[in-house]
Structures are given as structure tokens and as C-alpha cells.
């Protein structure tokens, strides 16, 4: 396998787990759906045997501050804090198609000022389950690869507020959607040399209602990406991000609409800029160890209550095996 090879071989798993969980992580919204694509494409026909089975785990974790409160002055964020832990199974059709399962386990810390009052408040637990089926095609000199996927509602949705167990914890806190949902994503990987431009769109469709009265809204995460194959252990790159929420339809039926709620009732938006370190690790033929760190040097986001919550840094630390 060449060096190009190489270069689209690393990049395709660790810039598709990036993407997707950095897109669909907390920012004032909840539950990560982060997805780990285990596709390993080559520019030339492959000369030796793809494996069947590919396992991994990764253990991601984002750090938040509030930087401004709601306008109302009703409530702001302090400290945020989201980690999600991936648990992947893939299975190769064909050097260009897999079908891959993924489970999570989410926990969520966060800290709330409402007035005076300082709320410190956490739930953990399962997510919800995402099966996927990729695709990926030759395109130039690049490589085009498409995910079909939904998401079972394994997650909870009625995660108790401790200081009043008779209500659920706002939308941000709970573990899942509690409906079914459908994504599509593509992403396109340019090599040239060393270097490497990426970009990437997601979508994630909700449908019905859920059990608590409500469904949350659409979502569409867009990135543009550029990296520099250092060393298989030292890729630095950069990440311009944009992502937009729709509003939530319907309520929880446990608390309903509130004015400390209306910033989900709302479409919002967010874009940031951030450079990024990943690395990858060779352990044995068929066992690799992979991470990431990354920090936004620019962001902001646009809401009702035009609350600012920013991320201050996050990382990602994973093993993989294939079988």
C-alpha cells in the first residue's frame, strides 16, 4: 500500500469520529451521537485482505463555561461538562461498504445559576444505539463517503431533577431523544501529499413523539477541515464547524413550557473555529490506539435568549481492533 493509501487510511476513521461527535455534542444542547467510521479506503485497488469484524472503543470529553447570561438575566450556565463513552462493531461487506453498530454511555454535569442560586446537577446512562451503513467512493483524487444510519431510542428521557423528583430534568440533561431518528451524512477527503482537506455535512432527522410529550428538533452540522500528516502519532489540523438546531415540538409533560425553557423552543445556531491535534498509534497488526485534543480559537452562538456557552477544550482517546 502506498503512502497516499496510508494518508486516506488513517484519516477516514479518525476525521469521521471527529466530525460527528464534535458536531452533535452538548453546546446548551445534550447527548452526543457520536459515530466512529470504520471504513478504510485505498485510492488503488487493495492488495491484501480487508478485515471482516472491526471493534473499538472511544472515551470523549467536552469541557464548557458560560461566557454570558440569558438576556432575561432568568438563568446562566457556569461549568458544563460532557463525556460519552463509544462502543463500535463493524462488519466489511466489500472494500467500499460496512455496516457498523454503535452504543454509548453519556454523562452530563452541569452547573446553573438561577438568580443567586448555584444548581450542580448530573445524569449518566446509556444513550441511544445508532446502526450505520457506509458507502465510499473514488472521486479525483479524493475519496467521497456517504452514511445511512437511524438511532434507536435506548437512551432516557426522564432522567429526575434531584431538587424535585416529581419533574424530569430539562432537555439537556436527559440521555437520549426518545424517538427514532434517521441520519445521512457525506464528507469528502482531498490528499495532497502530507496535507489533507476534508468537508462534511450531517443530518439528523427526528420523527413522532416521544414518550414525555415532545420532539426535539432537526439537526445539520457542516464542517470544513484542513490537516497535515506530520506523523502518523502528530496531525495537526484545523476545524471550521457550524452547527444549527431546530426548535423542539411540543413540551415535557412534566414541566412544560417555562421561560428558563424557551431557549430550546427556539431554532439556534453555532459556529466555531478549532485547531486540532490527532494522532494515531500502531500497536500491533491489528490493534491501533488513536486520539485527539482540540480548543476553539473563535466562536459564538446565536439563540433567543442569546446566552453564550462556550467550549473550552475537548478530547478523545480510543482503541481499536480488527479481527
Known amino acids: 500500500m502506498n503512502f497516499k493509501n496510508t494518508v486516506l487510511s488513517f484519516t477516514l476513521p479518525i476525521a469521521t469520529l471527529s466530525v460527528i461527535s464534535f458536531g452533535n455534542s452538548l453546546r446548551a444542547e445534550e447527548t452526543s451521537k457520536a459515530n466512529s467510521s470504520s471504513i478504510s479506503v485505498s485510492p488503488d485497488k487493495p492488495s491484501f485482505v480487508l478485515p471482516r469484524w472491526r471493534a473499538s472503543t472511544d472515551r470523549l470529553h467536552y469541557n464548557f463555561n458560560g461566557s454570558r447570561p440569558a438576556r432575561n438575566g432568568l438563568y446562566s450556565f457556569e461549568q458544563v461538562n460532557f463525556s460519552t463513552q463509544l462502543f463500535n462493531l463493524s462488519y466489511t461487506l466489500s472494500p467500499t461498504l460496512s455496516l457498523s453498530l454503535t452504543g454509548t454511555y ?23 444505539t445508532t446502526l450505520k451503513l457506509h458507502k465510499s467512493w473514488m472521486v479525483g483524487s479524493g475519496v467521497l463517503l456517504t452514511d445511512l444510519g437511524t438511532m434507536f431510542p435506548t437512551g432516557s428521557i426522564a432522567e429526575k431533577n434531584v431538587n424535585n423528583p416529581r419533574l424530569n430534568y430539562p432537555y439537556n440533561m436527559q440521555l437520549g431523544s426518545g424517538t427514532q431518528d434517521f441520519l445521512i451524512s457525506t464528507m469528502y477527503l482531498r490528499p495532497i501529499q502530507l496535507h489533507s482537506l476534508g468537508a462534511l455535512a450531517v443530518g439528523t432527522v427526528r420523527t413522532g413523539q416521544n414518550n414525555e ?92 435568549d442569546d446566552i453564550q456557552l462556550y467550549l473550552k477544550w475537548f478530547a478523545q482517546l480510543g482503541l481499536q481492533g480488527s479481527f
Open 106 to 128: 453519556n454523562q452530563v454535569y452541569a452547573e446553573t445559576y438561577f438568580g443567586p442560586n448555584l444548581y450542580k446537577d448530573k445524569t449518566s446512562g446509556f444513550g441511544d
Open 213 to 304: 410529550g415532545y420532539r426535539k428538533g432537526n439537526e445539520l452540522n457542516l464542517r470544513t477541515s484542513y490537516s497535515y500528516l506530520y506523523r502518523p502519532y502528530l496531525v495537526p489540523g484545523i476545524w471550521l464547524n457550524y452547527h444549527h438546531i431546530n426548535r423542539i415540538s411540543g413540551e415535557d409533560r412534566t414541566f412544560g413550557r417555562l421561560s428558563a425553557t424557551e431557549f430550546y423552543h427556539s431554532p439556534r445556531s453555532f459556529w466555531d473555529v478549532t485547531p486540532n491535534l490527532s494522532g494515531q498509534h500502531v500497536l500491533n497488526k491489528n490493534l491501533s490506539l488513536r486520539g485527539s485534543v482540540g480548543a476553539p480559537i473563535l466562536q459564538h452562538s446565536k439563540n433567543v
